[in-house]
């Protein structure tokens, strides 16, 4: 069955502090999404990675696939404050199944 | 444009009752899933329906049932609620890429609890 591990699940930084959330997931796949969700909302997606070598940014955060190692991580340059939040890696499953981590709970403190 | 829209917004049930809960797809979208949060944990998927049809199914028990309408909206039934059941229910839909990709987009969620 497929597993999808993040680590780790709890972090906090201080801010303009550098940092990285992984995702290691255990089956074939090369379409892994990474998603936001502040408290008491929904998710919005970040990043969409299609291939492995995929390298994908948005402002402070930046995203990777390496799809033979089944890894992508998530950096964080600079962090700031409204960068708290909870991260979601999902990893498709080509059937129609879409797996997400147990999520990284991000906290920026000044 | 408007995004995914789900109803209601929180609903409070007591064990044993039925539930159901609707979502709107993106204008243009398909494809509609549907996911269970719960509190502290990522989503759990729980059906996918593309085109009217069921093309997806997570490890749900057999209370759990969906369907799709004509006009791509769908509705989430739980019979015989449980304690455990209380979550935040979200729904996404999903433009049809071929294959390519399943990129989702998600509604704002129902936090369905049961007393």
């Known amino acids: 069955e497929l597993k999808v591990e993040q680590n780790p699940l709890f972090l906090s930084m201080q801010e303009g502090k550098n940092y990285t959330i992984y995702c290691n997931y255990s089956t074939t796949s090369d379409r892994l999404y990474w998603y936001r969700q502040d408290p008491g909302k929904s998710l919005e997606s970040l990043f969409v990675l299609l291939s492995n070598g995929a390298v994908k940014q948005e402002g402070r955060l930046m995203a990777s696939l390496d799809t033979k190692a089944r890894l992508s991580t998530l950096h964080i340059t600079a962090a700031v404050h409204d960068l708290s939040a909870t991260y979601f890696c999902?990893?498709?499953?080509?059937?129609?199944?879409?797996?997400f981590g147990a999520g990284t709970r991000l906290t920026v403190k000044p | 444009d408007a995004g995914v829209t789900q109803s209601p917004t929180h609903l409070i049930k007591t064990r044993g009752q039925h539930v159901t809960l609707r979502c709107s797809p993106i204008?243009?979208?398909?494809?509609v899933s549907w996911y269970q949060q719960v509190l502290g944990q990522g989503p759990q998927f729980i059906f996918q329906y593309y085109e009217k049809e069921e093309r997806g199914r997570g490890n749900f028990p057999d209370r759990f049932s969906a369907r799709q309408f004509p006009n791509y909206s769908s509705e989430l039934n739980v019979n015989a609620l449980l304690l455990g059941d209380s979550a935040l229910y979200l729904c996404?839909?999903?433009?049809?890429?071929?294959?390519?990709?399943?990129?989702?987009?998600f509604g704002p969620g129902t936090r369905l609890t049961v007393l």
């Open positions: 204008s243009g979208h398909k494809s």
């Open positions: 996404a839909s999903s433009l049809p890429t071929g294959g390519l990709y399943n990129e989702q987009f």
């Open positions: 999902a990893v498709d499953m080509y059937n129609n199944d879409m797996r």
